[in-house]
């Protein structure tokens, strides 16, 4: 079993910039795929950004935030990252992180672990 714990949301205004952390505990961090996913009001959550497991050497990215986001992952801390620049207030939604035994995969349903979320907004 792992649980995952998201951290770093908050308040920006456009064109800032925020980094979203995700630790996990529990199960092999190394052996699982990360992603990152965001949910807004009244909207399915969609795919963010994703990285491939071991050396996370494979990464990922929606065409919404490609090239303004970064995901990486710290095996010995046991997180995943996710750098958000160039913030937009679109991307306003709570973010998720999962871990998935499959790969490097944009589908949620694909994802056996997910965190509480953590919520950011860009304010205009």
């Known amino acids: 079993q792992v649980q995952l714990v998201e951290s770093g949301g908050g308040l920006v205004q456009a064109g800032g910039s925020l980094r979203l952390s995700c630790a996990a505990s529990?199960?092999?961090?190394?052996?699982?795929?990360m992603g990152w996913f965001r949910q807004a009001p009244g909207k399915e959550r969609e795919f963010v950004a994703a990285?491939?497991?071991?050396?996370?050497?494979?990464?990922n990215y929606a065409d919404s935030v490609k090239d303004r986001f970064t995901i990486s992952r710290d095996n010995a801390k046991k997180t995943v990252y996710l750098k958000m620049n160039s913030l937009k207030p679109e991307d306003t939604a709570v973010y998720y992180c999962?871990?998935?035994?499959?790969?490097?995969?944009?589908?949620?349903?694909?994802?056996?672990?997910w965190g509480q979320g953590t919520q950011v907004t860009v304010s205009s």
């Open positions: 999962g871990a998935n035994y499959y790969g490097l995969t944009s589908s949620s349903r694909s994802y056996d672990y």
């Open positions: 529990g199960g092999t961090f190394v052996s699982y795929s």
């Open positions: 990285i491939s497991r071991w050396s996370g050497s494979s990464t």
